[in-house]
């Protein structure tokens, strides 16, 4: 996984904001017989409170199969590392909900 993103924190209250991209390829063939690897790619946008905990939204595409993603996300920041995780309830609670949909009704 590519992330690429842009931060702008307060030194002094440490609160800010987050925007990026991310992509993604599966080292792998996701359906036997069937040409391409599961793909992914989409844009973050999160607030960032104490300098280093990010909340925020997801969107974005999956392929193979195909739908679209909306989810939030929770990660901590440490200098140029970013760990977390859409649609979960980690690192920081409450419950993070994502869903991969394919529009319509």
């Avoid at 391409?36 to 974005?60: E, K, Q, W």
């Avoid at 193979?64 to 309830?89: D, F, H, K, M």
């Amino acid at each position: 996984m590519t992330i690429a993103t842009r931060t702008v924190v307060n030194e002094s209250s440490g609160d800010g904001w987050l925007t990026g991209t991310w992509r993604s390829v599966g080292t792998s063939q996701m359906q036997p017989g069937r040409p391409g690897r599961p793909r992914s790619h989409g844009n973050l946008h999160a607030v960032i409170d104490n300098g280093n905990h990010a909340d925020g939204l997801v969107t974005g595409e999956v392929r193979a199969p195909y739908g679209r993603l909306l989810g939030n996300w929770s990660a901590t920041i440490v200098g140029n590392t970013i760990a977390g995780a859409i649609g979960a309830n980690s690192p920081v609670a409450p419950d993070n909900s994502a869903l991969i949909y394919l529009g319509g009704c």
